[in-house]
C-alpha cells in the first residue's frame, strides 16, 4: 500500500515529494555522521478517528540541544517544527500510527573535518510504525561486550547520527547471540541504557534508572514514565548508578523509549529477572502509557498534539 501514495519529505525549507529529497555523496553529514535527529511517535485513535503526535515539543527541544552540542544552526524554533511535523502528518494523510523522522546535519560538501561554518540542513519524514521488538512482553537481553560512548568523547546527550554506530554494534551483537536487545555499559561498567532505550529496574519497591551523567540519551519516555511512577502509581523513583550484578538479582526489568515504547525483560544473560514474565509495576506503566499516548487519558491529554 505504502509504494502506491503519494508520500513527501521537508527538504532544503519546502515539502516535496520523498525522491526529490536527495544528498549529494559529497554532503558532510553522510561522509562523518555530523548529523543529529529525532524519533518521534504519532499515534492513530481509532474511536476519535484522530492521529496524536506525542510530547512532540519535547523532542523539539532536546533537538535543539544536540544541535548545540555539534554546532549546527537550525533554521526553525521548537514550535516551527511542531508545525511543520502537524503539516507533514496532514499531507501524508496516514491513518495509522508513525513516526516521524527529523534530521538536522552538515550538509556542505567537500572534504575537511569540523564542525564550525559548515553549511546546515533541516530534513524530516515520516512512516508508518509498529513493534519495534518482537517480545515486548518478554524481551531477552545480554548485557553488550561493547561499552557505551561517554560523554567527554562522543556524548551520548546529543543523539548524533554518528553515535549510533555505538548502538549498532551492540544491538547486531546482541542479536547475532541470539537475545532481543543489548544492556550497555559504561566505561567504569556500570549500567547505561539499552542500544536505543533507557533502562529501568525495580528492586523492593522502588524504580530504579540510571541518572543522566551516566552516559545515557535524556530520553522522553524515560521522563514520561518516572513521572506517572510517581504520581499515578505513587512509588519511589531514584536515580543512581547501577551494577552489572543487580540485573541479575532485581524484581523487575524494562526497556523504554518512543521506538521500543515499554518493553518488559524476561532475562538477563540468560538469568530470568523475576519470575520471567512481566512484572506488576512494569505492567501498570506499560498499559498507563499505551492508554496515554494514544490521547485517552485526560489528565495526560496535553501531552498528545492532535494532526487532523
Ligand atoms: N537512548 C537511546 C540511545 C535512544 O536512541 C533512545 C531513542 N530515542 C532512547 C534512549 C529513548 O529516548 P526517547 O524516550 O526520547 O525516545
Same mark, same amino acid.
Given at each position: ?13 519546502? =515539502? ?30 481509532? *474511536? ?31 514550535? /516551527? ?9 496532514? !499531507? ?32 524530516? =519524514? ?53 537475545? /532481543? ?18 533502562? =529501568? ?38 536515580? !543512581?548508578?547501577?551494577? !552489572? ?5 532485581? *524484581? ?18 540468560? !538469568? ?37
Amino acid at each position: 500500500m505504502a509504494s502506491n501514495r503519494n508520500r513527501f519529505a521537508f527538504f532544503e525549507g519546502k =515539502f516535496v515529494p520523498i525522491e526529490e529529497a536527495k544528498v549529494s555523496i559529497m554532503c558532510h553529514g553522510l561522509n562523518y555522521g555530523t548529523g543529529c535527529f529525532e524519533g518521534i511517535r504519532a499515534y492513530w485513535n481509532e *474511536d476519535e478517528k484522530q492521529l496524536f503526535v506525542f510530547r512532540m515539543l519535547e523532542h523539539y527541544e532536546r533537538l535543539h540541544n544536540s544541535c548545540a552540542i555539534l554546532l549546527i544552526e537550525l533554521p526553525h524554533s521548537v514550535q /516551527d517544527l511542531g508545525d511543520l511535523t502537524i503539516e507533514l502528518l496532514r !499531507r501524508e494523510g496516514i491513518k495509522e500510527d508513525m513516526y516521524v523522522r527529523p534530521l538536522a546535519f552538515k550538509s556542505q560538501e567537500g572534504i575537511g573535518v569540523r564542525l564550525k561554518g559548515i553549511k546546515d540542513s533541516f530534513a524530516m =519524514f515520516a512512516i508508518p510504525f509498529g513493534r519495534y521488538i518482537e517480545r515486548e512482553e518478554g524481551a531477552k537481553v545480554c548485557v553488550s561486550s561493547w561499552r557505551r560512548i561517554y560523554d567527554t568523547s562522543l556524548p551520548a546527550r546529543a543523539k548524533c547520527t554518528g553515535a549510533y554506530i555505538n548502538s549498532a554494534l551492540c544491538k547486531s551483537e546482541a542479536e547475532m547471540n541470539g537475545f /532481543d536487545e543489548a544492556i550497555v555499559l559504561t566505561r567504569g561498567g556500570s549500567v547505561s541504557e539499552g542500544s536505543a532505550e533507557n533502562f =529501568f529496574m525495580v528492586r523492593d519497591g522502588v524504580l530504579i534508572t540510571p541518572s543522566v551523567t551516566s552516559d545515557i540519551l535524556e530520553g522522553v519516555t524515560r521522563l514520561t514514565l518516572m513521572q506517572l511512577a510517581r504520581d499515578e502509581l505513587h512509588i519511589p523513583v531514584k536515580e !543512581r548508578s547501577i551494577d !552489572r550484578t543487580e540485573l541479575y538479582v532485581c *524484581d523487575e526489568a524494562f526497556l523504554c523509549g518512543t521506538g521500543v515504547q515499554v518493553a518488559a525483560i524476561a532475562s538477563v544473560d540468560n !538469568r530470568p529477572v523475576g519470575d520471567g514474565h512481566i512484572g506488576p509495576i512494569t505492567k501498570k506503566l506499560r498499559d498507563m502509557y499505551y492508554d496515554i499516548v494514544r490521547g485517552r487519558v485526560p489528565k495526560y491529554r496535553a501531552w498528545c498534539t492532535p494532526v487532523f
